[in-house]
């Protein structure tokens, strides 16, 4: 089993930034590929940000440029650096976990946290 908690997220007018922290904890919880998904009202959940255990990693078309994926294993922490904010990323954003391999398929995902709202104002 692997716990995640995420923490960060809050009001922000378009512009601004936001850092997003996702702490992991349980077995082994370095082997796992972890991602970001967000999810507004009345939309599906999509894939922002994914990163695999040796830091590999890839953004969603629509926040490449804006958000950066990190990892530090040491720690069991994945952040979610978020800048030049539009109030079309207005979601509850979720940390997501994954044996090994990453994948922008939500359904794949074995462990969720509890999600953080993120809302941007225009």
């Known amino acids: 089993q692997v716990q995640l908690v995420e923490s960060g997220g809050g009001l922000v007018q378009a512009g601004g930034s936001l850092r997003l922290s996702c702490a992991a904890s349980?077995?082994?919880?370095?082997?796992?590929?972890m991602s970001w998904f967000r999810q507004a009202p009345g939309k599906e959940r999509e894939f922002v940000a994914g990163i695999t255990w040796s830091g590999a990693n890839t953004c969603a078309d629509s926040v490449k440029d804006r958000f950066t994926i990190s990892r530090d294993n040491a720690k069991h922490t994945v952040l979610l650096q978020m800048n030049s904010l539009k109030p079309e990323d207005t979601a509850v954003y979720y940390c997501a976990a994954r044996v090994f391999l990453l994948s922008s398929t939500w359904k794949s995902y074995n462990y969720w946290g509890q999600g953080t709202q993120v809302t941007v104002s225009s």
């Open positions: 349980g077995r082994t919880a370095s082997d796992y590929a």
